[in-house]
């Protein structure tokens, strides 16, 4: 009798068996098995899927089966005898489905409160290096609503990696080097001069020194000059250059920061600049072992099956953004010893991250069979209603910090507003916490809901509904199921110890089998490097919830401990979900 985890992955613990009884049946098959939930649950809550596939493998080999059937009835009489699985059936040509054994699924909740979620994190990742580049604003430019994807998506990936036991290095690529600087340098020289201004008034609004500089840049011919010669100053590392420059940057510095606390993320800064004594050892390097050569006079990668090779030198012998990304990619392989790197941007630079992946490979830095892993997270436009990128109506992109504070108000107008219908106290400071917690959190949401590559219209009213598939919604919902535990009046943890889950009524035996499927939902999150996998599977929980507690009566009932056990269950997954999605749970609203 194999005797299976109270704790992991059921879907795992379900393909070992199956393994087991494929390597028994067809040894010489090499073949993995393909397990999967049942998409109709009368049928089975799993289902294994070699029969048909395999059947075909052995098409015409010595005692080859004779039907598809004729397979999965041999794997069946391989499966070893095990305390995870009640009964198996088979439909079709050969489908395998599965029923699981209603106390091994009753023992996984009970462990949820007993040992909690820790042992729930999908295996394998454990002391994995894992670096992810996002969010990288530019430098004296203001975070956008553009920059908020990328900042999002790349948190919730460093959550899921993070809560799996790996060695993650959040890293914020931010442009803080280039040729922009020259115009900006030189404008705060002139403002300077004309105000007798303080040191520091000159980097307190950077959007307006951007948009000055980058006017008189575009109609000045004199300012263009001096300004390409205060380029030249700064990257030969003329101190007063580079102290107008480091105050820039630490201007920014400051913005971006706020926001970061804002939406409770945290970075490491390592910007462009970071690289730029890697430059001219990587080109050099390239050059040596003819990976890169020369195309009319620029230092070219041609990487196989790209239209257009990777420029890591310009002909005039000036670095861009690929010689940076070379050197990035090279330092995290060599000196950040990464076991995969993983790059947040939107799909436009698609192509870009192909051709340095692949001049890498070309280079040796990186194997295709084996060693580190280098992955692109690509993602779509952030859309207004009317269809069209998210813009002002003069046709700026929206100021991230605008879209926080605007969801933050709505929020806050709406709990005043049901605690004044409820007849209940209004404190400003709980608002303040709620209306913040739930605002970022609708914005959050609404994002990663959508999958990545999706474009997805932002909208307030959609994503501050109280009903459907938003942040607002499942914060209530947990609120609600707080509640539950509270009034309950019982220490849930201590009963956890004491009293077993029972699984009688099919409402209860559909929640626990959905509250065990977290680690499916984060295994198939870092599979496709997909954070909706996460909402999805904590809305579908909401939804199962919510049939379980009309069909099932909690507080008062014969059963009342154990199903107090499966609403604290609930309530625990939740937060969990919240947690790596970055949102703060509420418990009153």
């Not at 105050?247 to 920014?252: G, K, M």
Request: aromatic share 8%; proline share 3%.
């Amino acid at each position: 009798m194999v005797h299976t985890k109270d704790h992991g992955s059921v879907r795992a613990e379900v393909a070992d068996l199956f393994r087991s009884a494929l390597n028994t049946a067809y040894p010489n098959a090499g073949i993995e098995p393909v397990v999967a939930a049942c998409n109709n649950a009368k049928n089975g809550d799993y289902q294994c899927n070699n029969a048909m596939a395999l059947f075909g493998k052995l098409k015409g080999t010595e005692n080859a089966p004779k039907a598809p059937r004729d397979v999965a009835n041999a794997i069946l009489a391989a499966l070893p005898a095990n305390d995870l699985i009640s009964e198996t059936s088979l439909a079709g040509p050969g489908f395998i489905n599965i029923r699981l054994n209603k106390d091994a699924l009753a023992r996984r909740v009970g462990s949820m409160l007993t040992d909690g979620l820790a042992k729930f994190a999908p295996e394998g990742h454990a002391g994995k290096k894992v670096v992810i580049d996002f969010s990288s604003p530019n430098v004296a430019k203001e975070m956008h609503v553009g920059h908020l994807r990328s900042t999002i998506i790349g948190d919730t990936l460093c959550r899921v990696f993070e809560y799996c036991g790996s060695d993650v290095l959040r890293l914020n690529h931010v442009g803080d080097w280039g040729t922009q600087f020259g115009m900006l340098i030189e404008h705060m020289a002139d403002t300077r001069k004309a105000r007798d201004a303080d040191k520091d008034e000159d980097v307190a609004d950077l959007q307006e020194l951007y948009r000055a500089a980058k006017k008189r840049f575009d109609e000045e011919e004199e300012f263009k000059t001096r300004a390409r010669e205060a380029v030249t100053r700064l990257q030969s590392g003329d101190a007063t250059s580079l102290a107008s420059w480091q105050r820039i940057c630490a201007a920014s510095r400051r913005e971006f920061e706020a926001l970061y606390t804002r939406l409770g993320v945290t970075l490491q800064e390592r910007g462009e600049s970071f690289y730029n004594p890697m430059l001219k050892g990587i080109v050099d390097g390239l050059k040596e072992t003819g990976v890169a050569t020369i195309d009319d006079g620029a230092t070219c990668v041609f990487v196989e099956g790209q239209s257009v090779p990777l420029i890591v030198q310009k002909s005039d012998g000036g670095f861009g953004y690929a010689s940076t990304d070379m050197a990035a990619l090279h330092h995290r392989l060599n000196e950040e010893k990464a076991d995969w790197i993983i790059y947040v941007t939107d799909v436009g630079q698609s192509q870009h991250f192909e051709l340095v992946f692949g001049a890498a490979k070309k280079a040796g830095w990186l194997k295709e069979a084996a060693g580190p892993k280098v992955s692109h997270v690509g993602f779509g436009l952030v859309l207004g209603e009317d269809g069209k990128r998210f813009r002002t109506r003069s046709g700026d992109l929206v100021r991230l910090v605008e879209l926080l504070d605007e969801a933050k108000s709505r929020c806050a107008a709406t709990i005043r507003e049901r605690r004044q219908e409820a007849g209940e106290e209004i404190v400003e400071a709980e608002v303040e916490e709620a209306a913040c917690a739930m605002g970022y959190g609708a914005v959050k949401y609404a994002d990663l809901k959508n999958h990545r590559t999706t474009n997805y219209k932002f909208s307030f009213d959609d994503m501050l509904n109280l009903k459907g598939n938003t942040a607002v919604y499942l914060l209530y919902a947990h609120a609600r199921i707080a509640g539950i535990v509270r009034k309950g009046g019982k220490d849930v943890y201590a009963l956890a110890a004491s009293t077993p889950v029972t699984l009688e009524h099919p409402k209860e035996l559909e929640l626990a089998l959905h509250l065990t499927k977290l680690p499916e939902a984060l295994e198939d999150a870092i599979e496709e490097l997909a954070p909706n996998r996460i909402t999805d599977y904590l809305y579908d929980l909401s939804e199962k919830f919510n049939s379980f507690y009309v069909d099932c009566k909690v507080l008062g009932s014969e059963q009342e401990a154990s199903r107090l056990l499966l609403v604290e269950a609930t309530a625990v997954v939740m937060r969990k979900c919240f947690e790596l999605l970055g949102i703060k749970p509420l418990y009153r609203i």
